[in-house]
């Protein structure tokens, strides 16, 4: 079981470019999530989707999109990076059954926009 | 609005002393509330749980106690080790809605030193 899964690790960008960073859960979860982690403010939801099929803007969800692929899969696409971007971003998803909502999470990538 | 606080960025304890990291919250709907650690580099990862109706859970060395009238929630490690360096946050949840969504503080960084 590799849990959760994130590519790539790192990145770089100049303001303006495009990307999409790739999640993938194999623990069969419904539920998944995309954080970002900046300095100071803790982790924060950008986006999440309860189910396939379903997704929903979280708190910090401007400049981004998000794409329920499958069950397994659940990407974050930036369309024009900007500088405010940077930042390290975390995937995330939970088993429904679990009463407490806990989550698990990838390794993160670390993306800096220049 | 910051629904769950960590007032203290960072906390250092002598090896095989108590670490105390501290929580408080806003939100009286709160149903669970958790505590992730993350390494530099890493994802969090699931520390330990308590459920709202309850005042206190155990695990190990760490206990997290829960005062509901105060608004207010403690991680406790006892004894400390070096290997507990890392950054802790805590979070919340409100299970109405099952969509598992997580919120969180802004973290606070333990050290402890040999």
């Known amino acids: 079981n590799a849990g959760v899964t994130q590519t790539p690790k790192f990145q770089v960008l100049k303001t303006g470019q495009s990307m999409t960073l790739q999640c993938a859960q194999d623990?069969?979860?419904?539920?998944m999530y995309w954080y970002r982690q900046d300095p100071g403010m803790g982790l924060r939801l950008i986006y999440y989707?309860?189910?396939?099929?379903?997704?929903d803007k979280g708190e910090v969800p401007n400049g981004y999109n998000v794409s329920r692929l499958n069950k397994r899969e659940f990407s974050l696409r930036l369309e024009s990076a900007a500088p405010s971007q940077t930042s390290v971003y975390f995937c995330?998803?939970?088993?429904?059954?679990?009463?407490?909502?806990?989550?698990?999470f990838g390794p993160g990538t670390r993306l800096t926009v220049l | 609005d910051q629904q769950v606080k960590q007032n203290s960025p960072s906390l250092s304890v002598q090896e095989g002393r108590i670490s105390i990291l501290n929580c408080d919250y806003t939100?009286?709907?709160?149903?669970?509330f958790l505590w992730y650690k993350k390494y530099p580099a890493e994802g969090p990862t699931f520390l330990i749980s308590?459920?709202?109706?309850?005042d206190k859970n155990e695990d190990g060395r760490f206990t997290v106690f829960l005062n509901k009238s105060a608004k207010h929630l403690s991680l406790h490690i006892v004894p400390s080790q070096p290997g507990d360096s890392a950054v802790y946050f805590c979070?919340?949840?409100?299970?109405?809605?099952?969509?598992?969504?997580?919120?969180f503080g802004q973290g606070t960084t333990l050290q402890v030193k040999p």
């Open positions: 979070a919340a949840s409100r299970v109405y809605g099952n969509t598992g969504k997580l919120i």
């Open positions: 623990m069969n979860h419904n539920s």
């Open positions: 989707s309860a189910s396939e099929g379903t997704t």
């Open positions: 995330a998803s939970r088993d429904p059954g679990d009463r407490a909502d806990t989550q698990y």
């Open positions: 939100n009286s709907m709160f149903d669970y």
């Open positions: 308590i459920s709202s109706i309850k």
